[in-house]
């Protein structure tokens, strides 16, 4: 007897270590992130990784840690890394002789390009920095380092570097990477396409039972066969937006074929002044600046015509004239078709005699980024003296709507950088916001909406125009769960209230209840169909599935009854995150959103990633 209470403690003990393991296996987060009530602030401080600063790493730390925290970017890097690894070597592996401009191709650099060196260890970096401790933990950023050092050739400097020089840097080389990449895959489509139209093609004999990676690397690699489609749905770099200039003749009001630029940043400037917005310093990049002296091309002409004019006046004899005459209506068809295309063989005036006319030039964004990066420039030029930091209150908010009415795009605050010091030196600092994103097969394609009608079915509908009686027993209820047949052969509508069932046994209605009620009623023949309208009152309705189900729907019926609602009004809208973290190389303090908007005076960069429908987010 006096062991049995202590056998007891040892299995309630027991069961106690065991139950929490499996919580902590199952479900980590809920301690690690801090998202139990019952965690304290010291061991929420713990669950984000530092990186060591050896040296003035602090601007490659900073930047690390922002691209760590932008799901978007995440999701880019994986699905690059894991199409390289599925496709076969060879794809980015070949090289062209030339390139499509007919210049010779650096074997070397493209093979890198084609191989994505640097989005491979961008990849793995993040991966680490976005593992969730229990223990205060910080890595080495020298791998990385040492990735950039091999892609480029050059060894990176420990002097006081840019932060954002750096990520300047890394962003164009990422995107080097996808179109070489995409361009390989595009050759190797071309090869497979001129094979098979000459039959020269031929696929590796593979077993799929002994061999299926190979398999599904030759025969389903999105590089060999599903590319094309692939990359219709993709939503390519996610920090590459496109911008264009537009440029307006004052004069003429002529406007030239705008060309577009591609950016991975936004470079706007600080005013120089106490205090200042972010919507400032917008205005000031994309207001209308007007520009003197600019040569004008449908001006140019009109010139040239005017000049000519002056030519045919003063010719003596008519052969002459007839050729001036000629090259006056080359000049005016060039006018009318294509101004900004030299008419061909006429020799126009020297441009220097053609007319100057002032133009009003316009910027905007036609291609809005996943992810918007905001350089803000704090530099002074002083020509008399050396550059001196801008210094003022920036006050920059949480959601940035950008662009006009049609074509609004609502951004939301992820992390920023901050910079304390001189315009020659000083510290780089993080914050990012806390978020854990869950993994996701295939972000960039949409779910499809679910119809409140009746959901389609590739089984066979059970023949229920031998049943005597229209309501439904309980009897059935095999049936409606799937043993006899199919449950979506009952739609929303079947499934009613009782309330709307005295409604419909009132005032009925000849509509069938579904797509294969009424296919059974049409498919009677004569004699079936006399002998049901013999049976039946005429004011009732002929169809199977009207009346009230009187069986318990079981697990299946009801869970396919219930994805046939509408269920985005039940969605619980997502929380938005308070909490930040604050990362100095090792050092990882915890934030509000209201800290973040303090730092006015210190901001540097920011970073915007683009709010989307919340069907199409995985949370």
Not at 34 to 53: C, E, H, Q, T, Y
Not at 131 to 157: C, D, M, T
Not at 559 to 588: C, E, H, M, P, Q
Request: charged share 25%; net charge neutral.
């Amino acid at each position: 007897m006096p062991d049995k209470p202590l056998t007891v403690l040892t299995y309630a003990a027991s069961a106690s270590l065991a139950a929490v393991a499996l919580v902590y296996y199952f479900n980590p987060n809920q301690f690690i992130d801090g998202d139990s009530s019952s965690s304290s602030a010291s061991s929420r401080k713990k669950g984000i990784v530092g990186l060591f600063n050896p040296a003035n790493d602090c601007f490659i730390n900073s930047v690390l840690q922002s691209l760590a925290g932008l799901r978007d970017l995440r999701l880019f890097l994986l699905r690059e890394v894991h199409r390289r690894e599925l496709d076969d070597a060879f794809i980015y592996t070949s090289v062209p002789e030339k390139d499509d401009h007919g210049k010779e191709v650096d074997a070397t650099k493209l093979i890198s390009l084609q191989g994505g060196e640097v989005t491979q260890g961008l990849k793995s970096i993040l991966d680490q920095l976005n593992e969730r401790p229990i223990y205060k933990k910080a890595i080495s950023a020298q791998s990385f380092i040492a990735v950039l050092e091999h892609a480029f050739g050059s060894r990176v400097s420990r002097a006081q570097q840019d932060a954002q020089e750096l990520l300047q840097i890394v962003a164009e080389r990422l995107s080097e990477e996808y179109y070489a990449g995409k361009q390989a895959r595009r050759r190797n489509q071309k090869t497979l396409t001129k094979g098979e139209e000459e039959g020269d093609l031929k696929l590796p004999l593979v077993n799929e039972e002994t061999d299926p990676v190979i398999s599904a690397s030759h025969l389903f690699a999105p590089g060999v066969v599903n590319d094309r489609n692939a990359e219709e749905v993709e939503n390519g770099f996610p920090l590459e937006g496109q911008t264009e200039a537009r440029v307006e003749c004052q004069h003429c009001h002529f406007v030239p074929q705008p060309t577009p630029t591609n950016f991975v940043m936004l470079n706007l400037m600080v005013p120089q002044k106490g205090t200042a917005t972010l919507n400032e310093c917008f205005d000031a990049h994309f207001k209308t600046e007007y520009i003197d002296d600019y040569k004008c091309d449908r001006c140019r002409l009109e010139h040239a015509i005017e000049t000519l004019d002056e030519e045919v006046a003063f010719a003596r004899s008519t052969e002459q004239k007839d050729i001036i005459q000629s090259k006056i209506d080359r000049v005016r068809k060039g006018l009318e078709t294509d101004p900004e295309k030299p008419p061909e063989r006429v020799q126009l005036p020297d441009i220097k005699h053609a007319p100057k006319r002032k133009v009003a030039r316009h910027v905007q964004i036609t291609k809005f980024p996943g992810i918007l990066v905001i350089h803000l420039s704090r530099s002074m030029f002083d020509p008399n003296s050396s550059s001196q930091k801008n210094s003022a209150k920036l006050s920059f908010p949480e959601k940035l709507p950008i662009g006009g009415i049609l074509n609004r795009r609502n951004y939301r605050l992820l992390g920023l950088i901050t910079h304390r010091g001189t315009h020659n030196s000083g510290h780089y600092e993080t914050f990012r916001r806390q978020h854990y994103y869950p993994p996701r097969a295939r972000p960039h394609v949409k779910p499809s909406p679910i119809s409140n009608s009746t959901v389609a079915t590739t089984s066979g509908t059970p023949d229920l125009s031998n049943q005597t009686s229209p309501r439904v027993s309980g009897n059935l209820s095999p049936m409606i769960d799937g043993k006899k047949g199919d449950s979506n052969l009952i739609d929303s509508s079947s499934i009613s209230s009782p309330a709307a069932a005295s409604n419909s046994s009132s005032a009925p209605s000849t509509r069938p209840t579904s797509r294969s009620a009424a296919l059974d009623t049409g498919s009677q023949s004569p004699r079936e169909n006399k002998h049901t309208s013999s049976s039946h009152p005429t004011n009732q309705p002929t169809t199977i599935l009207s009346p009230p189900i009187e069986a318990k729907p079981s697990s299946t019926s009801f869970a396919r009854y219930s994805a046939s609602l509408d269920l985005g009004r039940f969605k619980r809208k997502k929380k938005t995150s308070d909490r930040w973290w604050r990362i100095s190389d090792d050092n990882v303090k915890e934030c509000s959103t209201l800290d973040v908007l303090d730092m006015q005076r210190d901001v540097y960069m920011l970073f915007y990633e683009m709010e989307r429908d919340e069907t199409n987010i995985l949370l």
